[in-house]
C-alpha cells in the first residue's frame, strides 16, 4: 500500500458484543487485566482490546497502554489480523535462547493471537 492508496474502511462494530477478560503477567511480574471484544460475525476475531488495569492509575505507562490498545484495536478493525501485528513487533533474546517479545505491547498481541488458536 502506497500513501495515497485508500485504507481499508473501518469494521464499525454494534453497542453490545462479545468479549472476554485476559490477563497477562510481564517479564517483571505486573499483571495487567485486558478486555477483548470480538466480532459478532466472527466470535473468533477479536476486534478491539482494552486496557484494564495493572499500573498506578493515572501512571504515564498506563496512558500508554490505553493507547496502544486503541492502535491495535483500530489495526484490528481496519482488517489487520492479530498474527500480522505480532509478527510485526520486536523480540529479544533470552538467556536460555528463545525469543520473547520486548515490549508489553508485543505481549498483548500475543494475547490476541492465542485467543484465535
Request: aromatic share 6%.
Amino acid at each position: 500500500m502506497t500513501y495515497h492508496d485508500q485504507p481499508k474502511p473501518r469494521h464499525n462494530l454494534p453497542a453490545r458484543r462479545l468479549a472476554e477478560n485476559s490477563r497477562i503477567t510481564t517479564p517483571d511480574g505486573h499483571t495487567i487485566h485486558l478486555s477483548i471484544g470480538y466480532d459478532p460475525d466472527d466470535p473468533q476475531r477479536p476486534r478491539e482490546v482494552f486496557y484494564s488495569a495493572g499500573f498506578k492509575s493515572g501512571s504515564q505507562l498506563e496512558f500508554q497502554l490505553q493507547d496502544a490498545c486503541v492502535m491495535i484495536s483500530l489495526l484490528l478493525q481496519h482488517g489487520h489480523r492479530p498474527e500480522d501485528i505480532a509478527k510485526s513487533l520486536a523480540r529479544t533474546e533470552q538467556p536460555d535462547g528463545s525469543m520473547a517479545y520486548a515490549s508489553i505491547i508485543g505481549l498483548i498481541a500475543a494475547e490476541l493471537v492465542e485467543g484465535t488458536e
